[in-house]
Nanobody
């Protein structure tokens, strides 16, 4: 079983920044798809960012491209999401996710490991 724990959420003004962390237990899980999703009230859980199949690149939803950056520290088994130029529409619960089948998907239902979520609230 993979354990994922998010942290770093909070309240920030529009235009500000936050850095989310996702700590994974045990191993780096290099064969797993690792990514970030978010869910706002009344909306479906949506893809935010992930690493590419090769691990040498990153992929982002159009809504966050140019503002968010996903990275990882393999030695610490931590994945990060740096969020800059935050907008009120970024307000959501942010989730770290992993797919043990390594499908490299942007679909939430194809991920089978999830953190508990961390709330990000952006005020206008």
């Amino acid at each position: 079983q993979v354990q994922l724990v998010e942290s770093g959420g909070g309240l920030v003004q529009a235009g500000g920044s936050l850095r989310l962390s996702c700590a994974a237990s045990g191993r780096t899980f290099s064969s797993y798809t690792m990514g970030w999703f978010r869910q706002a009230p009344g909306k479906e859980r949506e893809f935010v960012a992930r690493f590419t199949r090769s691990g040498a690149g990153t992929y982002y939803a159009d809504s966050v491209k140019g503002r968010f950056t996903v990275s990882r520290n393999n030695a610490k088994n931590i994945m990060y999401l740096q969020m800059n130029s935050l907008k009120p529409e970024d307000t959501a619960v942010y989730y770290c996710a992993a797919d043990q089948m390594g499908r490299w998907s942007d679909r939430a239902y194809e991920y089978n490991y999830w953190g508990q979520g961390t709330q990000v609230t952006v005020s206008s």
